[in-house]
């Protein structure tokens, strides 16, 4: 049986709310037939499922992001869509697809009658403010047929009808560059109303807009007034529109948050939560006031919003050497802690949170200024529970003051907080050590994607660093769905960057006195994102419109980089960030690497430039293509003539200097051979540790299994001595670092300045373990074609890999015993792969769509070990 299901609209996860008038679709095919591939659709699009209308059979194979057949969409327009499909030998079509609706939000800004309001009381703002409560009663006369509050701010805002709390996205409306794109949401709240009196409320906070943002202690970034606006559109039986907005009508008042802010914590004094808002009993409210503020910024959401997706139990109660109580959650993670509590009015629970623990303390030198304190304040009377909604921590362990009687554990829950992405890719092997170093990139990831991809989520920083992201971009979307998160990333890179000059450093652009380097500068690997960010997700997706929506800012920032080398195309003068983080760089300058920066810049323009060339002619901007290609063999001409000698030796002789020249094609052919020994013997020659930054870890191990020392990257893989990826894990780890010896073999932190224990851009290696040690990895767009590869080594017995692509799941599964090998391979309707076997004969099998098991004899590797996992916390 041929069923088609999962049908998509865009990139969007809840099409509750988009932006897009015409949606294009996409689909999922399940079927128990071998090899099958579609040969024709029918889609049937209407209000609802009693008047759908059929827009023809389609005679295509493709299943991605086909054109929307019907009328663009109408602003508040809701839509049902079904499809059926024809395989190539079907003579029938399959059954239709389940239901899936669709519905616009708000697409122009005439659509908005409300008004952004603010309280009219004064605020100096000089530090952080209680959270404003702004209200309003009205009349419902009878029932609502449907309901929908579209919403944002200027700050962070949850609503509330009724008393309720509305949805369960935290930090909304998110972080965009606020001047350019302001995100709202659309929320169904037919079920929130009630005839007669009913009360609407939106609680408000700093957040990004006028919190402490950034590493040089700056508040009011955006603003120094939080503000809001909501409209509420109630449709009654008859089709009647009622519409409550934010206007001057409104009150104001405050609540029980006496202070929120993302990096310092949040203060509640329970004795107030009933306080602020219209109707209740408290009588010292405040007017409003509507700002001067334009719709036309308002864009609604590309991917899926910050939610609270999983809960933690206490793991251990420790008592410091100090005294103080300290709670283990076992897992270094990015949220909040819910505390259940009973105790005397008034009385005071103070949370500390930090990521790891010195010499039994509670380790809070690398927060810098951020204070991760959370502070409660009992009502009295019954048991009472809170968690805090206007901050997030990076933390795994808790110091606990002011609790009141005898502390049980079961009283604390760790909330994990972070952008509510679909999971879509897994990783296991035989190795216990390499399993935790894998948890510990997902661990990462999920702490530093809420709603931007940050460097990290624990101290007075907490940017969206574009480097970071560029080297992790891939690794990012084989473990997740990002596309959706991704794409508003990349609008607002494009946003602040403009029609001229780099991208900042961070998205949203935060700006910083950093001398010697100016306010915009050009800084290879981490401008280089304009380019290569959106060309991983169309490798992934398939979808043109990231390049084609990306181009201009491709252009602008290879433009910069051509100025910034100057008319010879040399990067000399002035200083980049490089092999940032290259482990023999001393702990307060990050960025003295082995590997000059101007290496690293002059290979990234060679390599950005083709890259670009290529997306420019897949979207047809032929002229634009023949530039950039011609810019691209320029600067390969000059890298050649600066750091690659005769027969393809590489100056400086490092890991990052031949992982590179290897990777960017500035090599011809013939001295790849030579730069790869020299790879190996460079790896050989650093005792298999890793000795690589920012721009070498991505590419070292592809380097050398690629030109056939896999032994050599496995060895480097498993090292367990500093600095290694193992060496985290033999110390605890749970999360990727940012310092390749962020804690010290004695239990002592790090002493540079900036140490992150947080940090995903140095877990980039699990690309090449799904790709190389599993063996999956794309072959043509958006997995159309898979390639099963695996390269067992290691000492490894087995291991697996799978991944949620858009036509449905990808597996792969060998196990080795001796020199017996056997591998299952998953393929999902539609697609095709091509499965190399790791024998002597090199075979390789072309299968279509099914479920397949292959078996060969292979040479026994020649890498073993039998590590253990340390019991250190």
């Not at 024709?40 to 295509?60: F, I, K, M, W």
């Not at 901050?391 to 609790?403: A, K, L, N």
């Not at 216990?432 to 990462?444: A, D, E, I, T, Y």
Request: with cysteine; glycine share 8%; charged share 20%.
């Amino acid at each position: 049986m041929t069923v088609p299901s999962a049908l998509r609209f865009e990139h969007h996860e809840e099409p509750l709310g988009i932006g897009e008038d015409r949606p294009r679709l996409s689909w999922q095919v399940t079927t128990e037939r071998t090899g099958w591939v579609q040969a024709a659709y029918e889609l049937e699009l209407g209000p609802d499922e009693t008047s759908l209308v059929s827009y023809g059979r389609v005679e295509t194979a493709e299943q991605l992001l086909r054109p929307w057949p019907a009328a663009p969409l109408k602003s508040r327009q809701r839509v049902a869509a079904r499809v059926r499909v024809w395989g190539a030998d079907d003579g029938v079509p399959s059954s239709w697809s389940p239901l899936a609706f669709v519905e616009a939000g708000l697409l122009h800004a005439t659509d908005w009658q409300a008004s952004m309001i603010r309280p009219a009381w004064k605020e100096a703002s000089v530090d952080t403010e209680p959270a404003s409560r702004l209200s309003r009663t009205f009349e419902l006369d009878g029932h609502a047929a449907s309901a929908r509050l579209y919403a944002s701010a200027h700050g962070l805002y949850v609503a509330y009808i009724n008393g309720r709390r509305i949805g369960n996205e935290r930090l909304a409306p998110g972080w965009t560059s606020y001047h350019h794109r302001l995100r709202y949401q659309t929320h169904d709240v037919t079920d929130y109303l009630q005839p007669g009196t009913n009360v609407i409320g939106l609680e408000l906070a700093d957040g990004w807009w006028r919190g402490n943002l950034g590493f040089q202690e700056k508040r009011n970034y955006y603003g120094n007034r939080t503000a809001a606006i909501a409209q509420l559109e109630i449709v009654d039986d008859l089709g009647e529109v009622t519409l409550i907005g934010t206007d001057n009508s409104w009150k104001a008042g405050t609540g029980p948050v006496l202070a929120a802010d993302l990096y310092n914590g949040e203060s509640y004094d329970a004795r107030m939560a009933d306080q602020g808002w219209a109707g209740s009993l408290d009588t010292t409210f405040d007017g409003v006031v509507e700002e001067n503020f334009d719709p036309a910024v308002f864009v609604a959401p590309d991917g899926p919003p910050v939610r609270a997706t999983e809960e933690l139990a206490v793991k251990a109660v420790l008592t410091s050497p100090s005294g103080k109580t300290l709670l283990d959650f076992g897992q270094n993670l990015v949220g909040h802690v819910r505390i259940r509590v009973s105790g005397e009015r008034g009385t005071e629970v103070v949370l500390r949170h930090a990521e790891v623990l010195e010499h039994g303390e509670l380790g809070t030198r690398p927060l810098r200024v951020a204070k991760q304190t959370d502070r409660y304040i009992l009502r009295g009377g019954t048991e009472e529970q809170w968690e805090p909604e206007f901050t997030i921590h990076g933390f795994r362990y808790v110091e606990v003051s002011g609790w009141p009687g005898e502390l049980n554990p079961e009283a604390f829950t760790a909330v994990v907080v972070h952008s509510d992405l679909l999971r879509s890719g897994t990783f296991e092997c035989s190795d216990p050590m390499l399993n935790q170093l894998h948890s510990n990139v997902l661990w990462g990831m999920r702490g530093n994607f809420v709603d931007v991809p940050t460097d990290c989520p624990q101290r007075n920083e907490r940017l969206g660093w574009t480097g970071d992201f560029q080297v992790f971009a891939a690794t990012a979307s084989f473990l997740y769905r990002i596309p959706g998160f991704t794409a508003s990333w990349l609008k607002d890179l494009s946003a602040e960057q403009g029609t001229y000059g780099p991208p900042p450093l961070v998205v949203p652009e935060v700006t910083f006195d950093m001398p010697p380097f100016p306010v915009r500068p050009v800084m290879a690997a981490w401008g280089d994102a304009a380019v290569l960010v959106p060309w991983v997700l169309y490798q992934c997706t398939g979808d043109l419109e990231f390049l084609r929506r990306q181009l201009p800012s491709m252009r602008a920032w290879l433009e910069a980089a051509v100025e910034a080398a100057g008319p010879e195309l040399r990067f000399e003068q002035g200083m980049q960030f490089g092999d940032w983080l290259d482990p023999a760089a001393p702990p307060n300058e990050p960025g003295a690497a082995r590997t000059p920066w101007q290496f690293v810049a002059q290979a990234y323009l060679a390599h950005s430039a083709s890259v670009a060339s290529q997306a420019a002619a897949l979207v047809g901007d032929d002229d634009e293509s023949a530039r950039f290609r011609e810019l691209g063999l320029r600067a390969r001409t000059v890298f050649r003539e600066r750091f690659v000698a005769e027969g393809g030796r590489i100056t400086p002789e490092t890991q990052t200097a031949y992982s590179v020249a290897l990777s960017f094609g500035v090599l011809e052919p013939a001295e790849r051979a030579v730069a790869a020994a020299g790879l190996a013997a460079a790896v050989e020659a650093d005792g298999y540790r890793i000795a690589t930054g920012f721009v070498g870890t991505p590419l070292v191990c592809d380097a050398l299994s690629d030109h056939g020392y896999a032994p050599a990257a496995y060895r480097l893989l498993l090292q367990t001595e500093c600095p290694s990826w193992l060496y985290p894990v033999t110390m605890g780890a749970t999360t990727i670092w940012e310092r390749w010896d962020a804690m010290l073999p004695d239990g002592s932190i790090n002493p540079g300045e900036m140490t992150s224990f947080n940090h995903y851009a140095l877990g980039a290696v699990a690309d090449w373990m799904h790709r190389t040690v599993a063996g999956l990895a794309p072959a043509e767009l958006g997995y159309r074609n898979i390639e099963v590869r695996p390269r067992p080594g290691g000492g490894l017995d087995w291991a697996e890999a799978r991944h949620e692509t858009p036509y449905g799941e990808a597996a792969v599964r060998w196990e080795l015993s001796g020199q017996a090998f056997s591998l299952a391979v998953t393929v999902p309707a539609g697609c095709t792969a091509a499965v190399h076997l790791p024998d002597a004969a090199e075979s390789r099998y072309d299968i279509g769509s099914g479920v397949y098991t292959f078996s060969c004899d292979v040479a026994q590797t020649d890498v073993s070990r039998t590590p253990q996992l340390s019991a250190r916390p």
